[in-house]
């Protein structure tokens, strides 16, 4: 699911004796501002004692990749429930807009650890410098001369032209 | 014991197009077919960062994941994550738009969508055109087999 990057403000009902409470931010990836709000609440009535029905949310805005047109590397730092235990991790990606990051990690969590996305929290996230990151699969490609060709190339069939036999093996190489 | 290794490097690899900054590019599926494009940076294993120049080629600058690319034999010089300008500056220099031109590979592309393109009419004068031709080769053919 394409994650969104939202801001959420929101703070406990304001009463008589507090008619100023606090406001509390939080930054939250959710599909859309309705799950959003979801999360927040979520989060909040962890940490602080205000729920959806104490409580308002007085903002939700989405924030957009200040330049999506520049790759960056992300650390994304998580919490995720195992089956049999709770872990934090570190993972690094690579991509133009932390959005993307955010859905590659979704992914990879889930592939690797089959952890859904209801189990993991995220905590932090950063752009790192490639002087910074750890990561091999992405230190990998910070090289100003990267260069490799694309060795095994799967021909892109249309479906009505999918054929169930074929008398010849598919030919991978294009140079 | 130890290994007799065997394992000697290819001195030449197979491949003679890479995926490189400067390389340019066919984007052979999606929106864009058809348009050449020129990789400015690579994102990771799959995809690359690309710009058409927007000016000469039509494509905006996206990430496009490399399957939807067809590497061609052409590179210019450029930079990491080169400045439109500048991208414009080396293809001019290069000259990739009359190399590319000149290639088959364009050459049949532009005959093929010419071809799917026809009308009726169209199709009528290729048809004439094929006759002519073949009626031309035929009598050809045929006078230099009876002087054979």
Redesign the interface.
């Given at each position: 699911m394409p994650m969104k990057h939202f801001q959420v403000v929101g703070r406990k009902a304001p009463t008589e004796s507090d008619p100023e409470p606090q406001l509390y931010r939080m930054q939250i990836f959710a599909p859309n501002r309705v799950t959003a709000k979801s999360r927040f609440w979520y989060f909040l009535h962890q940490y602080k004692k205000m729920k959806k029905t104490t409580g308002e949310i007085l903002s939700v805005n989405e924030i957009f990749e200040k330049n999506p047109?520049?790759?960056k590397n992300f650390a994304i730092t998580l919490r995720y429930n195992s089956r049999s235990g709770t872990h934090n991790m570190t993972k690094e990606y690579?991509?133009?807009r932390l959005t993307g990051a955010v859905d590659q990690m979704y992914q990879e969590m889930a592939g690797l650890h089959r952890a859904r996305k209801e189990s993991i929290q995220i905590i932090t996230t950063n752009v790192v410098e490639p002087k910074d990151c750890v990561r091999p699969?992405v230190v990998q490609?910070h090289d100003?001369?990267?260069?490799?060709?694309?060795?095994h190339r799967?021909p892109?069939v249309e479906k009505r032209f999918k054929k169930t036999f074929s008398p010849f093996r598919p030919n991978t190489?294009?140079? | 014991g130890e290994l007799a290794c065997t394992n000697r490097r290819p001195v030449k690899?197979?491949?003679?197009?890479?995926?490189?900054?400067g390389r340019v590019a066919l984007i052979?599926?999606g929106p864009e077919e058809g348009k050449l494009c020129t990789i400015i940076?690579?994102?990771?294993q799959n995809r690359a960062?690309v710009d058409g120049p927007y000016g000469i080629t039509g494509v905006h600058?996206q990430?496009i994941n490399?399957?939807r690319l067809?590497?061609t034999d052409f590179k210019v010089k450029i930079?990491?994550?080169a400045r439109a300008k500048s991208l414009k500056k080396a293809w001019a220099a290069a000259g990739v738009q009359e190399k590319w031109a000149a290639t088959a590979w364009a050459a049949k592309r532009a005959s093929r969508s010419a071809k799917a393109s026809l009308t009726d009419l169209g199709r009528f004068k290729a048809m004439l055109a094929k006759k002519t031709r073949a009626k031309k080769v035929k009598t050809a053919f045929n006078k230099l087999k009876k002087s054979a």
């Open positions: 047109a520049v790759v690579r991509d133009t699969s490609f100003s001369k990267i260069r490799f060709p694309i060795s799967r892109r190489f294009v140079g | 690899m197979p491949f003679t197009r890479f995926v490189e900054i052979n599926y940076d690579v994102v990771d960062l600058r990430v490399l399957r067809s590497l930079g990491l994550n």
